[in-house]
């Protein structure tokens, strides 16, 4: 078995953090002292950066799995791609649909009925959520858990994934690895700001529903490149300091620029190639760290839910004591429903599931 990459945990961790901060940002600019800093508002950059991560550890660690084609290999994989992703989805969604179902009963009565609860939570979306096919480019609006579009997304890119995988080896194998391996990378990264916003002179590449599916693949594939350009490069063992300094790199063009977003972004597949040579010692800094990695995909999932119920939860609040309060309050509410799902609903379903089709 390959080693674990914890350095890119963490990475996963922090960037499932920065886009709750993101999503939060309405009710943290609520604060005196806050206004509209870079970091909140491009925060969205947090799942870019996933994409590409997932296509890099999935090429890392199914690499083996398709040297002689599809074979019988991809059904194992998809069976353990869907007993990864699955199970907190359809959880996610039932708790989203049991609020409305609340709120439809006892408290608001402009719905109609429960089968036209208006265009973001129609019965067609919902059932598009439960086939994971919600955001492939064809509905015009984010519906029920917000995030989960990504994970539609991540299900196209995995239903591809050997094909692409294929498709980039075999690219790289013409010319040299790692300088062609990166400037695809990079060539990918430059495609979503072309096609989603014509141009470079937007302020903002954050599109999910519709166009997101563009994001996703792109990203997807440049992580692939990137786990090709990162075979020919040797460990470090600097830890924790690599990381924040690399992490310093990323952010940095963010704080400076208005259009500081776009150099991150492009910075990302360097961020992951070089992160992926680190290597983490095990002090209790690093295992914290290396703990929300593991229940990032938790967090992502659950962290938008209180937010349908925002007006109950932050509509008195008034003072920044108050509103700092309230926002510990969730935040630690999150962290505290991300393990205890992780716990008992995706480790035990996902097991489930894998030794049900014998993966």
Not at 125 to 133: C, M, R, S, T
Request: hydrophobic share 55%; aromatic share 14%; net charge positive.
């Amino acid at each position: 078995m390959k080693p674990y990459l914890d350095s890119l945990t963490v990475l996963r961790g922090l960037f499932c953090l920065w886009v709750m901060l993101h999503n939060y940002r309405t009710i943290i600019q609520d604060l005196s002292f806050v206004s509209d800093p870079a970091f909140l508002r491009d925060g969205y950059l947090a799942v870019d950066a996933f994409f590409v991560l997932s296509g890099f550890i999935l090429s890392y660690v199914y690499e083996g799995d398709f040297k002689g084609g599809l074979g019988t290999k991809y059904r194992h994989f998809m069976v353990s791609r869907i007993a990864r992703i699955y199970p907190l989805h359809v959880f996610s969604l039932l708790v989203v649909l049991a609020l409305v179902l609340i709120s439809f009963a006892f408290f608001d009565r402009s719905y109609v009925s429960l089968f036209d609860l208006g265009d973001n939570l129609s019965m067609i979306y919902f059932v598009a959520h439960l086939g994971l096919f919600h955001a492939w480019g064809w509905a015009e609006t984010n519906s029920w858990n917000t995030p989960a579009w990504s994970i539609s997304v991540e299900f196209l890119c995995y239903l591809l994934f050997p094909l692409l995988f294929m498709g980039v080896r075999a690219v790289c194998r013409m010319w040299s690895r790692g300088a062609f391996a990166v400037a695809a990378a990079l060539a990918l990264m430059v495609v979503p700001p072309l096609v989603i916003l014509g141009g470079f002179d937007q302020p903002s590449l954050d599109v999910s529903q519709d166009l997101g599916v563009i994001r996703g693949l792109c990203g997807f594939a440049g992580g692939m490149f990137v786990f090709q350009a990162s075979r020919s490069l040797p460990s470090s063992d600097q830890g924790l300091g690599a990381l924040l300094v690399l992490l310093s790199l990323y952010f940095l063009p963010l704080m400076l620029w208005e259009t500081g977003w776009l150099i991150s972004l492009f910075l990302t597949p360097f961020l992951i190639l070089l992160m992926a040579r680190v290597r983490l010692k095990s002090g209790p800094i690093e295992r914290g760290l290396i703990g929300i990695g593991n229940i990032s995909y938790s967090i992502y999932m659950l962290h938008f839910i209180p937010l349908l119920v925002k007006e109950r939860l932050f509509g008195a609040m008034r003072t920044d004591a108050e509103i700092m309060a309230m926002l510990g309050v969730v935040f630690g509410a999150i962290l505290i429903a991300a393990m205890m799902t992780n716990r008992w609903i995706e480790k035990p379903a996902r097991y489930a599931i894998r030794s049900r089709f014998r993966t």
